[in-house]
């Protein structure tokens, strides 16, 4: 599912304070320039990134030059990315609970390992399971859709809109499908940058301050809190993920898709999403233009 490129036109370039991105004099080749990252080591402890595109049948190299701010929230991010979820800490248990509780408000919950857990699209009585191929993270992003955009979120959860199909996607192990895809579409565990999507995406961790709704694992878990961007993570992944989320329905209703062609679907939702995040106008998350759909 490799990014696509613009081999005969011309690609967006965010447009940015020139001290932000210094051009790279590092000679791109024209056979593979699309894949080169510029730099030794030195550029990736310094937390520059450098990749380069072509424009109108030329290579252009970007490089971004990491504030400290940028560098604290990818790093977050990343330790986010490395956890797995494990089912004997209390604060994934209680993070579990939550999601229940966020999905179903009015039904009492039997048991972290339930029958009950398959009503929200889990393969089985024991979610955890269906953890491993993207860590806790995945659950995360399901809770922060669940609290954050409850109606868009109980309308994917009910299948509420268009014609469905009758073999439809399960809800959550699509959510944990989604999570990955877009942690290979950011490639942020590569130590070097070879996507100008994750160049991008990068860019959009120093957005303004903003509040979004949060479970605490530490405190009870029914709290919301209002928590500033600037003062704890940032949410422009999980956004990210709730915008993914209904471009995949979306393409799924399109597409009038069955279960077999979930890949399909998925793959061009990575796309999409590819495409919009290098739209000019697009500094933000919520600037794309398929962030309506979640309002």
Aim: aromatic residues 10%.
């Amino acid at each position: 599912m490799g990014m696509e490129r613009n081999h005969g036109g011309c690609m967006a370039v965010r447009s940015l304070p020139p001290p932000s991105i210094p051009k790279c004099s590092h000679p791109a080749s024209a056979a593979n320039a699309d894949d080169q990252t510029c730099g030794s080591p030195r550029w990736i402890e310094k937390g520059l990134s450098c990749v380069c595109m072509k424009r109108k049948g030329t290579y252009e190299r970007i490089c971004i030059n990491l504030t400290p701010l940028q560098e604290q929230r990818l790093q977050r991010l990343k330790h986010r990315m490395n956890v797995y979820f494990d089912a004997s800490r209390r604060e994934h248990q209680e993070a579990l609970r939550a999601l229940w509780y966020a999905t179903y408000p009015n039904k009492e919950l039997s048991g972290l390992i339930s029958d009950q857990w398959k009503e929200m699209g889990w393969q089985g009585r024991d979610p955890s399971t269906d953890f491993r191929g993207a860590g806790f993270i995945s659950l995360e992003n399901l809770l922060f859709f669940a609290k954050t955009f409850c109606n868009s979120f109980q309308r994917l959860l009910n299948k509420q809109c268009g014609k469905r199909a009758t073999w439809e996607y399960p809800f959550a192990v699509a959510g944990v499908n989604i999570t990955f895809m877009i942690m290979q579409m950011l490639d942020l565990q590569s130590t070097k940058a070879r996507t100008f999507v994750r160049a991008v995406f990068i860019q959009m961790l120093s957005g303004e301050a903003s509040t979004y709704p949060r479970y605490s694992v530490r405190s009870c878990v029914s709290r919301v809190l209002m928590i500033r961007r600037d003062a704890e993570d940032e949410w422009a992944f999980d956004l990210l993920y709730c915008v993914a989320f209904m471009v995949m329905d979306k393409q799924w209703l399109e597409r009038n898709a069955s279960y077999m062609e979930f890949n399909e679907v998925l793959k061009s939702t990575r796309a999409q999403l590819e495409r919009e995040l290098l739209m000019d106008d697009v500094m933000r998350i919520e600037d794309m233009p398929s962030y309506s759909l979640l309002l």
